[in-house]
């Protein structure tokens, strides 16, 4: 079974009824998925992603501090697997916010990330390895042509976000 990250925008005057209203979450993912507009899919790029941009496995902020693993606010790790869990159970733990100053800081930190740098980070053999879904990596041009395309997407995101004072909600199906 794959499991699909998404990303979607919003206004952070949505916050108290994001963290307090259990239906507001789906119907923000719900709007959004009828409107494309604020939303972004990578589908199933983003373990790859995370790990090209942390060369980690992929672990979200509060699952790390429940194990005791550092974790630090300007890590590339944040784009992600940051933010605080909010009340919308997702497939991989819960769906998490970011809030706005922290959009702007990952957005400043994707843009230090070049292309190249990003390629240069695509271990297929170590990846296979390790478990990065989802199985199968090889270095061919399809895989790193979808896998940059769908970076490229995720930088261009966050500058939207960051420039537009959003925060962002990180969920998975």
């Known amino acids: 079974m794959s499991i699909d990250c998404y990303l979607l925008r919003t206004s952070p005057n949505n916050r108290i009824r994001i963290f307090g209203e259990l239906g507001f979450v789906e119907y923000l993912i719900e709007m959004a998925e009828s409107e494309y507009s604020n939303n972004l899919d990578l589908g199933?790029?983003?373990?790859?992603?995370?790990?090209?941009?942390?060369i980690e496995v992929p672990t979200t902020r509060p699952s790390a501090r429940l194990l005791g693993i550092q974790w630090w606010d300007d890590s590339l790790e944040n784009v992600l697997m940051g933010g605080e869990n909010i009340p919308y159970e997702c497939a991989f733990e819960f769906a998490r916010y970011i809030e706005p100053t922290d959009v702007s800081l990952?957005?400043?930190?994707l843009n230090q990330v070049s292309v190249e740098k990003f390629i240069r980070a695509y271990d297929p053999d170590y990846m296979e390895e390790?478990?990065?879904?989802?199985?199968?990596w090889k270095r061919d041009t399809q895989t790193m042509d979808w896998l940059?395309?769908?970076?490229?997407?995720?930088k261009s995101f966050y500058q939207i976000a960051a420039k537009n004072h959003e925060s962002i909600i990180i969920y998975f199906l």
């Open 44 to 54: 199933e790029s983003w373990a790859a992603i995370h790990y090209m941009l942390t």
């Open 106 to 109: 990952m957005a400043e930190k």
């Open 130 to 136: 390790i478990g990065i879904p989802p199985s199968g």
């Open 148 to 154: 940059t395309q769908k970076f490229l997407a995720l």
